[in-house]
């Protein structure tokens, strides 16, 4: 089974709208991480937000916020006030305590963001 | 900047030839990790390295190898390459025993096979 889905190979969004990327991960470990990269058209991975599976509150950093659910297994992120620079690539990740060598990586979420 | 270097940035070579990427973890982390990203795919986890030992191996081929040195310097060898080589690797570094320890990426090192 796939560890991490995103299930939205490409998005559309209004500049200035607040869009949702979703993202459903699958452990059976209590403690993970969960993590959100960005890659722009130039190619760098941008760590973006972290949430941890004992988080009692959903991240935030800046405009970018995390809405986790744990019993659904989902860390769908929110980039409200969306920009034009916002436009790229967005990833999802999981890291296990049980096997923290690895990190799984979704096959990440095409996003536009039209003027 | 995420504080890990990767060189080159850009690399083009032959089918058959032979490369080494190079890349420095930022100052503090034990681990690095290989990713390959091939023309609009996702990231495919090759190999990981802790302080110097291999911790996990992903998808990588066995025409590929990589260490970490004393200085915690990790290469990644790329042998007999073929067109299909061609993509953009990236090297990872983060704190090693923590659920939270995020990966910090490197610009990564597009690789080009004619």
């Known amino acids: 089974a796939q560890k991490i889905t995103q299930t939205q190979p490409g998005m559309f969004v209004q500049e200035k709208e607040a869009v949702t990327l979703d993202c459903t991960y699958d452990t059976s470990d209590p403690s993970y991480g969960l993590f959100w990269y960005k890659q722009p058209s130039s190619g760098e991975m941008i760590f973006l937000i972290y949430?941890?599976?004992?988080?009692?509150q959903n991240a935030t950093e800046g405009r970018y916020s995390l809405n986790f659910q744990k019993a659904r297994k989902s860390a769908n992120l929110v980039i409200s006030a969306s920009q034009l620079g916002d436009s790229a690539m967005y990833f999802c990740?999981?890291?296990?305590?049980?096997?923290?060598?690895?990190?799984?990586f979704g096959s990440g979420t095409k996003l536009n963001v039209k003027p | 900047d995420s504080g890990v270097t990767q060189t080159p940035k850009h690399l083009i070579t032959a089918t058959g030839q032979r490369v080494t990427l190079r890349c420095s973890p930022r100052s503090g982390d034990l681990s690095v990790y290989w990713y390959q990203q091939s023309l609009d795919q996702g990231l495919q986890f090759l190999i990981h390295y802790y302080n110097g030992e291999e911790r996990a191996k992903g998808n990588i081929l066995e025409r590929f190898s990589a260490q970490q040195f004393p200085d915690l310097h990790s290469e990644l060898n790329l042998s007999s390459l073929e067109l299909g080589d061609s993509a953009l690797y990236f090297c990872?570094?983060?704190?090693?025993?923590?659920?939270?320890?995020?990966?910090?990426f490197g610009p990564g090192t597009r690789l080009l096979v004619l």
């Open positions: 990740a999981m890291r296990e305590e049980e096997d923290f060598n690895k990190f799984y």
């Open positions: 949430q941890g599976s004992y988080d009692q």
């Open positions: 990872a570094s983060s704190v090693h025993r923590q659920t939270k320890g995020t990966q910090y």
